[in-house]
């Protein structure tokens, strides 16, 4: 009887035997939690490629001096990751599909397959949607800040990246049952915030006019 409660601590204390590989992954560093996904290089490749046309547009201009080559090479870049993510990296990483078509009659259709989504998290998924979210919210805020500053180029390059970022978001959205519901249940946990503190706010401008 001792001798079995001592192989079961020393069980639980052996270092080679963790009880979630993801979690030690994830202490263990970026690249050493990317490592344990299930497509590794297609995980480096998709950061790599969103990354890449986000330097690119922000640090090029510091050693080139044509604007028009800093543009070809951003918008290359950038095609180059709507490629990838759109066919490559959602199939594997997440399970999703979608595309556009036009039929006989001319109609353009888009469709959106998630039959094979995988829904249980994983690096796989939590590297290629938080790439996708980050990659539309940044060109989203460029844009933004480029317009403000009255950079008109810039912005408009900007936009041409977020159109191919926002369009990879919009399509894998579209597919994802699991980012549709997540959506729903944090925007109504916020709308249920926004509402407590309207409501304090009244409450407590009730409470000083009762005091007046």
């Not at 353009?108 to 998630?114: A, N, R």
Request: charged share 20%; glycine share 4%; hydrophobic share 45%.
């Amino acid at each position: 009887m001792n001798e079995s409660k001592n192989d079961k601590v020393e069980a639980k204390q052996d270092p080679e035997l963790p009880n979630n590989q993801d979690d030690k992954a994830k202490n263990d560093g970026i690249i050493k939690y990317i490592s344990h996904a299930n497509h590794p290089l297609v995980c480096f490749l998709t950061i790599i490629f969103k990354l890449s046309s986000v330097i690119c547009f922000v640090f090029l201009s510091i050693f080139f001096d044509s604007n028009a080559l800093i543009y070809l090479i951003v918008i290359l870049l950038a095609s180059c990751d709507f490629w990838m993510t759109k066919n490559v990296s959602g199939r594997l990483l997440v399970g999703l599909r979608w595309w556009n078509e036009v039929r006989e009659d001319g109609n353009e259709v888009w469709i959106f397959e998630s039959k094979n989504e995988k829904t249980e998290p994983s690096a796989d998924s939590r590297v290629f949607w938080t790439s996708v979210y980050l990659s539309a919210a940044f060109w989203f805020l460029i844009v933004i800040w480029d317009l403000i500053s009255l950079k008109w180029i810039w912005a408009i390059i900007a936009l041409v990246c977020l159109a191919f970022s926002g369009m990879n978001l919009y399509g894998y959205l579209k597919c994802s049952k699991t980012q549709q519901a997540n959506i729903s249940k944090y925007g109504a946990k916020a709308m249920m915030k926004v509402m407590s503190k309207g409501k304090d706010l009244a409450v407590n401008e009730v409470m000083k006019e009762g005091a007046k």
